[in-house]
């Protein structure tokens, strides 16, 4: 007597899909945790990873086009790096001695605002507040206090940080292989749209802090505050949806306590780089197009995990991090339905059940036809 072939049915199929499903969630859950601890190590050698990605081509054109060893390219690659560190130094700095050369005047223009508040309050619907006032010793004291001593250390924690990010970098450019991957393996793909999403980022918050900075400029604004917020800008541009917008509020109290600007400045300057926001948050998804095709649910969701257990940083690394993991993930036959949730594609369903087999005549040992799966074994000797 024949067996019937083995064929999995539905529910078996859907079964393991749910158990594939768990298992990746709880993975998530757990590698979230040990990421809180592997901070310090794991924060720079991304940020390095970064680097290395936008300094790439950099070396490449000078090997291509001025026949220039490895080994100088790279040497170039991080003289440039380290000049661009340089003049966002300067630019810190500028800012700070502005704001420190203003504390007077911002001081007593803050008095005039909450006196007026006050006034308005008490005339318009009786409500007597005590006026908050502010001097530029007070100011100068909390910078002296406690908070200074915050402030070094921050600052050293950050010498501390880039002086790590550049030994990463250095390791990754020597170290690196100078041929290309084979194209389709899986670090060929994850290279390819990481490096695309980097540059194409850094492009855009170039663009967006170059004009920034300038129509605060043509405004009125000191070179020194300009300059800085377009700087700002250029960082923000990196952290999806919430930075551009932190990048327009930053000029507002500045801009609000100048005595020196007018109406119609204090308006243009909040106004500009709004605009200029919004129109390269029209203007970016489409030139990047799909990029690391993460539906923006997941980027948005990608942005509060990893910026809940890195900080501001991790809220940067978010959308290049996942977009990896996504990679990774469709990679595996079980997980590809979870990447094409994490890009919106809602409509995965599972494959198809194989065909039947067809039937076919068998004979019976009373000379009756019966039917037998195709492929089965008959037994017995053949009649004859």
Known sequence: MSTPPYQPDQRTSADARIRTTCLVVLTIIAVGFALVPLRPVLVPLLIALLFTYCLKPLIDFQVNRFRFPRGIAIAGAVLVALVALGLAAVVVISFAADLRNNLSAYSNEFNKLSANVTKNLGESFGIKVKTPTLSEKSVEDVFAGAAWSNVMGSIADVLSGIGLVLLFVLFLLVGGSAHPRREGTLLHEIETRAQRYILQMVGFSVLTGVLVGLSLRIIGLSPGYAFAFGFMAFLLNFIPTIGPLIATLLPLPIVVLDPSMALWQQILAIALPAGIQLS?????????????????????????????????????????????????????????????????????HLPALPPAPPVTAAPSSDGVEAAAPAGSVQTGAPEG
């Open 280 to 348: 390269l948050a029209v203007v970016q998804p489409r030139v990047q197009g799909r990029g690391q095709d993460l539906h923006p649910v997941t980027a948005m969701a990608a942005l509060v995990f990893f910026g809940t257990i890195w900080g501001i940083l991790g809220a940067a690394l978010a959308v290049p991090v996942t977009g990896v993991v996504k990679i990774i993930l469709e990679r595996i036959p079980n997980t590809r339905p979870l990447a094409d949730w994490m890009a919106g594609r809602f409509t995965h």
